[in-house]
């Protein structure tokens, strides 16, 4: 080691694993820009050796990074635990940091957190599967609820894998409004498919957009895009456009949207996960894992 290493420059690498580039990480962190390069840097010149490889697409971690977040996370836990220690916050009842795709927060969290004794703290953060993922990775979250799609390979190329519960496995469906052609219909061809206006959700940079379906021929007219699955559900109920939805979305649905069945050459399956970081877990978060396997009717 050339140096010391500051929490500060752990807190950076943490926040560059999940976030994926220096600038993010300063919006997390609260930091400029920057201030985040000028920790990295500190970071590598008391490592000895480089953490971080800038790349076009963003910023990962280097595998000298990688081992270092292991023990980095554990260090900034253990900061964290004694801050609480000191303030007089209790830890043994959380809190549980929990994560998940736009649609399980909204169709299948919500259940889950009323199930839950009233004195346990649980945080609910939204995001993509790989931003969750990294996320799990960084240590700032506990339990993640992920989508997967065939053909179901781990979630990242990190060891040890995420371990992982499978709550279901379904086809993916079409939502459409009461008043479209395809409403009547209990299954489409997917090449009917072509020239249908859709509403997708916004995603992350290099990530197809949640909402459009998989694989269509040519360009698909996406006009319109949209974070909130209640807006985007109302631009399909007035017969704006058309959407993809996961299986968990189903209990989200209004009468005034109908679920058609897409067939073509291979099934759109999609498959609904729980993930938690390696290791052994707290009381509270196997409460909370427990919580969610209910909710998913395991």
Not at 144 to 168: C, K, M, N, S
Request: aromatic share 4%; hydrophobic share 50%; proline share 7%.
């Amino acid at each position: 080691m050339a140096g010391d290493l500051s929490p500060s420059g752990l807190r950076v690498l943490r926040e560059v694993s999940q976030r994926g580039s220096f600038t993010a990480a300063a919006r997390a962190l609260g930091y400029t820009q920057s201030a985040v390069s000028r920790q990295a840097a500190a970071l590598e010149t008391a490592a000895g050796r480089p953490l971080f490889e800038r790349r076009r697409d963003g910023v990962a971690l280097t595998a000298a990074g990688s081992t270092l977040l292991t023990r980095a996370i554990r260090i900034l836990d253990e900061l964290d635990a004694a801050a609480a220690d000191l303030t007089g916050t209790p830890v043994t009842s959380g809190p549980v940091r929990v994560g998940a795709f736009p649609t399980a927060v909204a169709a299948l969290l919500p259940g889950v957190l009323a199930s839950l004794p009233t004195d346990l703290v649980v945080s609910v953060r939204e995001g993509s599967t790989p931003t969750l993922t990294r996320a799990l990775r960084a240590g700032t979250l506990d339990l993640a609820v992920l989508a997967q799609a065939p053909p179901f390979r781990p979630l990242d190329g990190e060891t040890p894998a995420l371990p992982l519960i499978t709550l279901a496995e379904r086809e993916l469906l079409l939502c459409v409004g009461a008043g479209h052609p395809f409403a009547s219909r209990a299954a489409v061809a997917v090449e009917e498919l072509a020239g249908q206006i859709w509403v997708a959700g916004r995603a992350d940079t290099g990530e197809a957009l949640p909402g459009v379906w998989p694989g269509l021929p040519g360009r698909p007219d996406v006009r319109y895009v949209v974070r909130d699955w209640w807006a985007k559900l109302r631009l399909v109920a007035a017969g704006s456009a058309v959407t993809a939805i996961p299986p968990v979305a189903v209990r989200l649905l209004s009468q005034d949207v109908r679920t058609v069945a897409v067939r073509g050459e291979s099934q759109e399956l999609r498959r609904l996960v729980l993930a938690h970081r390696p290791g052994p877990a707290a009381d509270a978060v196997r409460l909370v894992a427990d919580a969610v396997r209910r909710q998913a009717g395991l």
